[in-house]
């Protein structure tokens, strides 16, 4: 049984860092491509980043050169390193696990995953 467990959000000011967690269980960690989406109100999910079995990344063009994912296999765990954060940031933040093993063959698309955490907050303000 899939489960992901976010971590790591909360407010924080403009301009500022916060780093997320999703601890992940019940299936072979590094297996399977893994991703970040986010949610604002009133606003479709939106997928900002992927890691693949090699470890090769993919970000959306609204959070590329200020948002890192990365992994640790050994801990499964999944993070997402926020920096330089704008108020347009400020969403639920979820992680996903692929239903492709190995690469990531659907991108950034919400459609192409089918584990999903029960979101972490990220607020921030001007």
């Known amino acids: 049984q899939v489960q992901l467990v976010e971590s790591g959000g909360g407010p924080v000011q403009a301009g500022g860092a916060l780093r997320l967690s999703c601890a992940a269980s019940?299936?072979?960690?590094?297996?399977?491509?893994m991703g970040w989406f986010r949610q604002a109100p009133g606003k479709e999910r939106e997928g900002i980043a992927t890691?693949?079995?090699?470890?090769?990344?993919k970000y959306a063009d609204s959070v590329k050169d200020r948002f890192t994912i990365s992994k640790d296999v050994n801990k499964t765990t999944l993070y997402l390193q926020m920096n330089s954060l704008e108020p347009e940031d400020t969403a639920m933040y979820f992680c996903?696990?692929?239903?492709?093993?190995?690469?990531?063959?659907?991108?950034?698309?919400?459609?192409?995953?089918?584990?999903w955490g029960q979101g972490t907050q990220v607020t921030v303000s001007s």
């Open positions: 890691i693949d079995s090699f470890d090769r990344t």
């Open positions: 996903a696990r692929s239903r492709a093993i190995y690469v990531c063959t659907s991108g950034l698309e919400a459609f192409g995953y089918d584990g």
């Open positions: 019940g299936y072979s960690f590094n297996k399977y491509c």
